[in-house]
């Protein structure tokens, strides 16, 4: 899927135009560019321990699956280089949520075919153990009228379609022709994609990202008997564009994308996209159709395109994809863009509220490990904490009537990371770096704070009520140590292990 992700580029003037004329070239000059792999494996600001490819470009998450006794995450992907065109689905296999195997391409455009202009966001499926993945194919419009997204820089058919495979997730057969070829007949549409399909019953369910012209963003709701043959049933769930007039309608919330539904808690829960960010909806599924009670943010930083899997133990696990917040000219110039997050696992709070929290999986990677007691000598202790190669994990206890301040710094050089806890500052009571939040849970108990930093990102839990993910690019010149103000039950610290002995396999 693309809009909102188009329009993320372009606030740094990335044109079609480049994207035509570097196709095909990128991936030859890595493949036989041994400085450019050396190069890319010593880069400080990449993530160790984060999924993302060996290079290039890559956004949303599709598909997120337990199948065979593994992991799968197929992802948005340019083969080309770093920066977005050219959707593909990259495939990457893990046993545990955390350790990933890149599995090669797994869907490309077919040249001449319905998705030949890309192969964008959509999920996967277990068809009666058939391995069934349902995706957004587009092509150029037969004519105006046939237009499903215009955002000022393309005019695109987006089509629903299906693939599937026989051979353990390795190869896919493509159907001959789209399994939803057009929106709803009458409805002014604002956008037409990012299947999220669900077995309700003997049927099977989908829901579309979509909005109605001059109305606000919507979706979709579909049923089929067999996934090949879809009927239209109604809207999902609809809501009103919050902004003003806006050429990409996902920027003002006339259309809602990469929607993910499904039951939690004795509750339903709907993710949508957009404007920038994502949304969640808690509420009551009854006659096909969706109310929502709670509301709130998936997070407050740099993070998109969310997508829920249930894991083995059928825990809720949500993915997104956290983008790149520096110029285009510097992700080029890195050869790779973008990283998956790390897996959250979903729960409903006793308010009906989504809580999120990182997956135990992640508890594996600590190594060296420090603790910081709580009394008179918690400043100079911690101060003698070092975090290496920018990885680690920091757990605070915070004191929910105390403020709280906690840097990441290297000697001599402006702060890497800092997290500051006000809890008279109603509204915006915590900030990671330059974004704010209110976390209201937080002032009913002592609560805790996890901050993950791996290379560039940083991944901030708030009392499983709130994330906040955000990227800094200036790299330390030296490990970090820790500088405190305010008061704090305990804070530990754990060096993280690579999940890779390089940055290319991670």
């Not at 009670?293 to 993070?303: I, P």
């Given at each position: 899927m693309t809009?909102?992700?188009?329009?993320?580029?372009?606030?740094?003037?990335?044109?079609?135009?480049?994207?035509?004329?570097e196709r095909h070239t990128w991936a030859q000059r890595f493949k036989n560019n041994d400085a450019l792999s050396t190069r890319l494996a010593a880069d400080p600001l990449r993530p160790q321990f984060h999924l993302l490819p060996r290079a290039n470009w890559m956004n949303d998450p599709c598909g997120p699956i337990f199948a065979g006794g593994r992991y799968?995450?197929?992802?948005?992907?340019?083969?080309?280089?770093?920066?977005w065109g050219n959707m593909h689905w990259a495939h990457a296999s893990s046993p545990d949520l955390v350790h990933w195997q890149h599995e090669g391409i797994a869907l490309a455009p077919t040249p001449g075919s319905y998705d030949r202009d890309g192969v964008f966001?959509?999920?996967?499926?277990l068809d009666q153990g058939v391995p069934t993945l349902i995706y957004t194919g587009v092509a150029p419009p037969t004519s105006p009228a046939d237009a499903t997204l215009r955002d000022g820089a393309h005019t695109w058919r987006e089509v629903q379609c299906l693939a599937v495979s026989y051979d353990g997730l390795k190869s896919?057969?493509?159907?001959?022709?789209?399994?939803?070829?057009?929106?709803?007949?009458?409805?002014?549409?604002?956008?037409?994609?990012?299947?999220?399909?669900?077995?309700?019953?003997?049927d099977w369910m989908l829901a579309l990202g979509s909005g109605v012209r001059g109305q606000g963003g919507a979706i979709l709701l579909y049923r089929s008997s067999d996934l090949h043959h879809w009927t239209y049933v109604h809207p999902l769930f609809g809501g009103e564009a919050e902004g003003g007039p806006s050429i990409n309608p996902v920027d003002n919330g006339e259309m809602w994308e990469c929607p993910d539904f499904f039951p939690l808690g004795g509750h339903h829960v709907l993710l949508i996209s957009t404007a920038g960010k994502v949304l969640w909806h808690v509420g009551r599924y009854e006659q096909q159709r969706f109310a929502a009670?709670?509301?709130?943010?998936?997070?407050?930083?740099?993070?998109y395109a969310a997508r829920s899997m249930l894991d083995r133990d059928d825990n809720r696990v949500l993915?997104?994809?956290?983008?790149?917040?520096?110029p285009e000219s510097a992700y080029r110039a890195a050869g790779w863009a973008g990283v998956m997050s790390l897996p959250r696992v979903l729960s409903l709070g006793d308010d009906g509220s989504l809580r999120m929290e990182p997956a135990?999986?992640?508890?594996?990677?600590?190594?060296?490990?420090?603790?910081?007691?709580?009394?008179?000598?918690?400043?100079s202790s911690a101060t003698a904490v070092r975090i290496h190669n920018l990885a680690a994990e920091i757990a605070v206890e915070l004191v929910s009537t105390r403020a709280f301040r906690l840097q990441l710094i290297a000697k001599?050089?402006?702060?890497?990371?800092?997290?500051?806890?006000?809890?008279?500052r109603r509204g915006s009571e915590l900030r990671l770096n330059r974004t704010y939040s209110s976390f209201p849970h937080l002032r009913n108990a002592n609560p805790s704070l996890r901050l993950f930093v791996d290379g560039s990102v940083i991944e901030l839990f708030a009392g499983a009520t709130a994330v906040i993910t955000d990227r800094v690019y200036n790299a330390p010149s030296s490990p970090l140590h820790i500088d405190l103000e305010g008061t704090a039950e305990s804070l530990e610290v754990w060096q993280m292990k690579p999940i890779s002995r390089d940055r290319l396999t991670s």
């Open positions: 809009t909102s992700r188009r329009t993320f580029l372009a606030q740094f003037g990335i044109g079609s135009a480049a994207v035509l004329f799968h995450m197929f992802f948005q992907y340019n083969p080309d280089g770093p920066y966001s959509g999920c996967a499926v896919w057969q493509k159907a001959p022709a789209p399994v939803i070829s057009l929106p709803p007949a009458g409805l002014a549409v604002t956008g037409f994609r990012d299947p999220c399909v669900w077995r309700e019953g003997k009670e709670k509301s709130g943010s998936v997070d407050f930083g740099a993070y993915w997104g994809w956290i983008p790149e917040r520096r135990p999986a992640l508890r594996g990677l600590r190594r060296q490990h420090a603790r910081v007691v709580a009394d008179g000598s918690t400043k001599g050089e402006e702060p890497f990371v800092e997290v500051e806890y006000k809890p008279d």
